[in-house]
């Protein structure tokens, strides 16, 4: 424990046990700097419970050009035979073929 005792000299000297000022100046500067490491470590603890807030990221990643959801209306035996003839992925395969007929026909921005 540290105690401060002022002396009624001309000089008034601060004398703290047995330091000396210097040694009190390296004192405060090294309590500035853990005081600092403190303040970086608070913010780093905000910085991850916010992110971890979010979650993980899931899923694939995000596509530079997505598809556009349309709702179609197909009779039921028809939607039957397209599933049944592409199988899993039906429907982005129904799209490819959809794009090789309108590549065809000219229909199809380049």
Do not use: C, Y
Not at 43 to 48: A, G, I, N, P
Not at 60 to 85: C, E, M, N, W, Y
Request: net charge positive.
């Amino acid at each position: 424990m540290v105690t401060i005792r002022k002396t009624l000299s001309r000089t008034r000297r601060i004398r703290i046990g047995t330091a000396s000022l210097p040694d009190i100046g390296k004192t405060i500067s090294k309590i500035e700097g853990k005081l600092i490491a403190l303040k970086r470590l608070a913010r780093l603890k905000e910085r991850m419970a916010r992110s971890q807030t979010r979650g993980p990221v899931r899923g694939r990643p995000k596509q530079s050009v997505t598809k556009k959801r349309a709702d179609i209306r197909f009779d039921p035996d028809v939607l039957d035979g397209l599933k049944t003839h592409f199988g899993r992925g039906w429907s982005t395969k129904v799209n490819d073929e959809m794009r090789k007929v309108l590549a065809k026909a000219g229909a199809l921005a380049a």
